[in-house]
């Protein structure tokens, strides 16, 4: 099994010398209220959080980000209506098979979390291709939540831990926080440094509950179609002036 410490938060410096995020994890909100206000359809919005994705996918690999991972689609977004929950799988296939190309030349590799067995069987399969065609790439590493809950998450992980605890693969003795964090969706992936959350909630809505223990937050009013490289150079400067302790007393 891939080992993955947790506790892994090294930071890249820029050309002033303060940090740059390693992982950002970002939830795309906002797609909705943004299409009322130019009373378009919500799946316009959608498409429009697509676009908004592409810039930032680019600004994050220049910026020398390593790992974006974006909330596209929650175990609780199933709630929605059946027309936003088709047109959503639809522009999922859509947006992997036309964007696909531009991927592969800035060297991103694509991976998902969540479960994809209830995703219709298109979005399945544009995914699988999406991470087989990237996987050699050693660029940003795209991770795109899919389905995802954090406490589903979590359940799969138990259910596997539990699995080989029984066929004696590992022992209860061995169980720590960085077992756990490799049966997560998001094993060999470090924890994010900087969680945003554009459109004005200041909640996690059950994203990444585990791996965001010491993750710095962002937050802006601006709708998700909006977002560009400015916000993402703005959050990032945050980031560099803020002092993390992961629970001491800071660097010095
Ligand atoms: C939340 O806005 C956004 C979503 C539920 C969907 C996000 C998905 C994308 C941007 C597409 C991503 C595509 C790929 C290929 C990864 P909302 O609809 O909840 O907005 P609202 O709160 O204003 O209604």
Redesign the pocket.
């Given at each position: 099994m891939m080992v993955n410490d947790s506790s892994f938060n090294s930071q890249a410096g820029d050309e002033t010398g303060r940090s740059i995020p390693t992982h950002i994890a970002i939830i795309?909100?906002?797609?909705?209220?943004?299409a009322q206000a130019r009373g378009l359809s919500?799946t316009e919005?959608?498409r429009a959080?697509?676009r908004?994705?592409r810039r930032v996918v680019q600004a994050c690999g220049e910026l020398g980000v390593r790992y974006l991972t974006?909330y596209?689609?929650?175990t609780e977004?199933w709630r929605r209506p059946v027309s936003e929950v088709s047109a959503?799988m639809r522009?999922?296939v859509e947006?992997?098979e036309s964007y696909l190309p531009e991927l592969v030349e800035r060297n991103v590799r694509i991976r998902y979390i969540g479960d994809l067995t209830r995703l219709t069987r298109p979005a399945q399969l544009a995914m699988q291709k999406a991470v087989a065609e990237t996987a050699g790439n050693t660029g940003l590493t795209l991770t795109?939540a899919l389905n995802y809950g954090g406490r589903a998450e979590i359940a799969r992980a138990f259910r596997r831990l539990f699995d080989d605890l029984e066929s004696g693969k590992i022992t209860l003795a061995e169980v720590d926080d960085n077992t756990v964090s490799n049966y997560l969706d998001t094993a060999g992936i470090p924890d994010p440094d900087l969680v945003i959350r554009p459109?004005g909630e200041k909640r996690l809505s059950n994203f990444l509950l585990w791996q965001v223990a010491y993750s710095e937050f962002w937050f802006t009013d601006k709708?998700?179609p909006d977002f560009d490289r400015d916000d993402i150079a703005a959050a990032i400067a945050d980031f560099g002036r803020r002092q993390r302790r992961f629970g001491g007393l800071g660097e010095e």
């Open positions: 795309m909100d906002g797609n909705g209220r943004w919500r919005g959608h959080g697509v908004a994705l974006v596209a689609f929650s977004n959503l522009l999922f947006a992997m795109v459109a709708y998700w």
